[in-house]
């Protein structure tokens, strides 16, 4: 981890860098498990390569970062683990938030926000606000998200826009407007750790046209040499969007 972003960034010559990058954050509990370590643990390492790689993504010339922290899926895990996955997403909005107002990050969530505690959501909503302002980068942490859901609740705030008049005859950009991700461009490239090749419900719509990515590297150990290495590979990919 000598190596700091920028460098990593530079001599990769050919080939354009996605602008927004997501990343299905996998593997963090076998990264515990093969050590014999609780599974928090690994979250805990998680979330501090999550911080670095925040740090490398504009030098890499990446604007946007979508991270899938928690799926509406997750749920389904020990209460112990909720509650502690629940205790880092708090403890990294209120450590992390000088350091992302200084460094331009603009963070924002995606997800259904009603069923996690009081005291989260007021640390969310104002990280929001707080750096509302900054343009470096683009940071959308997904919580409690699962494309399913954001689906059903578009659908319904697409409902009600037609109900009001607001819209007539929906359009592609009319739905992507009643999404979580409202304003977001489409992710070039969507990253999964840890060797699963499924996208668990991550941006089904937003994703529609997205490079793919999948490595084998467990999420506590993927750094930003690895990201700059997927992004070259990414330069020399061709994408057609259905054209010839
Ligand atoms: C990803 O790591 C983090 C979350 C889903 C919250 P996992 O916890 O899924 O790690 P594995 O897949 O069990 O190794
Ligand atoms: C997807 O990982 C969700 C996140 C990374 C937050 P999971 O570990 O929950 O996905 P599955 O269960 O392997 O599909
Ligand atoms: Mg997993």
Redesign the pocket.
């Known amino acids: 981890m000598a190596e700091s972003a920028a460098s990593l960034a530079k001599p990769s010559g050919q080939g354009q860098r996605p602008r927004h990058v997501a990343i299905i954050?996998?593997?963090?509990?076998?990264?515990a498990?093969n050590r014999g370590w609780p599974?928090l643990v690994?979250?805990r390492r998680?979330a501090e390569r999550v911080k670095q790689i925040v740090r490398a993504c504009p030098d890499l010339g990446v604007n946007w970062l979508t991270v899938?922290?928690?799926?509406t899926e997750?749920w389904k895990?020990s209460t112990e683990?909720v509650l502690g996955?629940m205790g880092i997403f708090a403890r990294y909005i209120e450590r992390e938030a000088d350091a992302l107002s200084a460094e331009g990050v603009r963070m924002r969530f995606i997800g259904g926000r009603e069923r996690l505690e009081p005291k989260l959501q007021r640390l969310m909503a104002g990280i929001e606000a707080r750096t509302a302002v900054n343009t470096r980068l683009n940071l959308t942490v997904a919580i409690n998200y699962g494309g399913r859901d954001e689906l059903t609740r578009a659908s319904a705030r697409l409902a009600e826009r037609i109900a009001r008049g607001e819209v007539s005859n929906p359009t592609e950009a009319d739905f992507a407007d009643c999404l979580d991700t409202a304003g977001h461009p489409d992710p070039d490239l969507v990253i999964r750790t840890?060797g699963?090749t499924r996208t668990s419900n991550f941006l089904p719509f937003q994703a529609a046209y997205s490079e793919y990515e999948f490595t084998s590297t467990?999420?506590p150990d993927f750094t930003p040499a690895h990201l700059a290495e997927i992004l070259d590979r990414y330069g020399m990919r061709e994408r057609r969007f259905g054209g010839a």
């Not at 954050?25 to 990264?31: E, L, S, T, V, Y």
């Open positions: 954050m996998d593997g963090n509990g076998r990264w498990k599974r690994g979250h998680g899938y922290a928690f799926s997750n895990r683990e996955l840890s699963e467990l999420w």
